[in-house]
């Protein structure tokens, strides 16, 4: 992983031009990569680290790293696990995937993304670990800003007396699962979020009725129509029979989730009691 150790083993075959200009493209690989490198001796104690990777935890390039250091810039709430990784990887002699939150001498906290491999002799004893570091935070920060929106899109559609939810489609689209449904279904059904699946929405419906442009079809063609994208919207009300025996009927609308090349994956949509209604 080090860039010296690969350069040692170079030595005894190639010739100083052309270690130069192997060396620079090592270090023009790893800077367009954003990776940071490090290597940890554990019969020397010796921590040896990239600019790169020092710049990561917001330190300068002459800093001389040390455990202290190191265990000083982890977030307090991190030391733990990523002590356990560690120990983990070089017990099992597996690698090392792990990530963690740093705080930078300003106070700014930012994540890590690591991998390591393991060195071990002949008895199995751990010489050194290497490996790279690459910054996530900008990940992180996404997903966080996207958990925020979920949220707050669940909030608005649960005031609007309807219940959110998020499906996944498995085998080729024949069985769904999903992955998340508001509580609010309790009120509609008598089943909890922890209860809800597709057998048991399926064993409540006593009758379903396909709206708008939908209602031309049948309902397997009203299926592959959007989630091929003719029509853009799910739109049905069911008549379903809940726990306690009482019926109700329940207004849903939908729309595809798709990859990056348009194949659809599973869907987002509510539930709506619309029972007062009818």
Not at 47 to 74: I, P, Q, T, Y
Not at 96 to 118: F, K
Request: negative net charge; proline residues 2%.
């Amino acid at each position: 992983w080090r860039q010296q150790r690969i350069l040692f083993y170079l030595t005894q075959v190639e010739t100083p031009k052309v270690l130069r200009e192997r060396e620079e493209r090592l270090r023009l690989a790893v800077s367009a990569g954003r990776l940071g490198t490090w290597d940890r001796n554990f019969l020397s104690g010796q921590l040896d680290w990239s600019v790169e990777c020092k710049a990561m935890f917001g330190l300068a390039a002459d800093v001389e790293m040390n455990d202290e250091r190191f265990m000083h810039a982890l977030h307090p709430e991190d030391r733990e696990v990523t002590d356990l990784a560690v120990r983990e990887a070089l017990e099992n002699q597996t690698d090392l995937d792990t990530e963690y939150r740093v705080i930078w001498p300003d106070g700014s906290i930012h994540w890590i993304a690591v991998h390591g491999h393991g060195y071990y002799n002949e008895t199995g004893q751990a010489i050194h670990m290497a490996g790279i570091t690459f910054d996530i935070t900008a990940r992180k920060q996404a997903e966080e800003s996207l958990r925020e929106s979920e949220a707050l899109y669940r909030q608005a559609i649960e005031v609007a007396n309807a219940v959110p939810y998020r499906q996944s489609y498995h085998v080729n689209g024949k069985t769904v699962d999903y992955d998340f449904i508001g509580k609010g279904i309790r009120e509609i059904t008598g089943y909890g979020p922890e209860e809800f699946d597709e057998n048991l929405w399926d064993s409540l419906i006593q009758e379903s009725v396909l709206l708008d442009e939908l209602a031309e079809h049948r309902w397997i063609e009203a299926i592959q129509r959007v989630r091929s994208g003719v029509n853009p919207v799910w739109k049905c009300e069911h008549r379903i029979r809940a726990r306690d025996g009482s019926i109700h009927w329940v207004f849903e609308a939908a729309v595809e989730l798709r990859d990056k090349n348009g194949i659809s994956h599973g869907s987002i949509g509510t539930f709506q009691d619309i029972t007062e209604r009818k």
